[in-house]
């Protein structure tokens, strides 16, 4: 009752992108997307497992929790609560990842992980600040999915590589039909991935989004754009390699 209490009285503080402490929240999830898998740079076999199996069982019960969250704390319909977000995905990804090393599911959660996840540690699409727990969840589940992304960069050496921008992006777009079909039946309730409506808040890349349905315009476009932005460091370093060889 006192946490539930406590998470109530936060909500009366509207998240501020340019805010002293969502910057201190963005620099502890960015401290731990880091260096939790530089402590483990070679570890033993069996404690990357231990490490895989651990990202693993945190990801599905924050998957339950964000079913606990809408439904229960914040008393939304179900429809509103379908694990079929851009970033559960990308979750769902680092997961089949994790238990099968397919790199092409590392591609799904590199791009979608990173770019998504990334930009919803950046800007998330939440009303209320720390330590608001729809804020909070919000910065915990994307850093466990950029984490999951960074295990694989630096204990395993995985990598896209160009022309895995083109398939991952085409994917995406077909897997558009399916969720918007979803978002149809579903409406006025659903709005994954933004088919039907742009995100809420404040930030400058909602702002200036036009109004929906033309919100998609623009925004399908961006999402290539930040593709190829989450791929430029990769770009860069095989350029300064193969000039210094």
Sequence with gaps: MFLWSYVNLSASTPFEIISLIHFVCLFVCLFIIIYVPQIFVGAKNSVIEKLKLTLIVLIFTFQIFELYKTTVLFQEPWQNALPIHMCDFSALSVVIYFLTGKRFFFNFAYFWGIAGAGMALITPDVIY??????????????????????????????????????????FTLLLLIPIYLVNHILHPLGNYWYTFEKPIGNNIIVLLLPDAPYHMIPLIPLAFAFMLLTYAPLYFKDRKNNQAN
């Design 129 to 170: 600040a720390f330590p608001s727990v729809d804020y909070l969840a919000n910065q915990y589940g994307h850093t466990l999915i950029i984490l999951g992304v960074s295990i694989g960069l630096t204990l395993f050496g995985e990598r896209p590589h160009s022309r895995d921008i083109l398939i991952i992006f085409g």
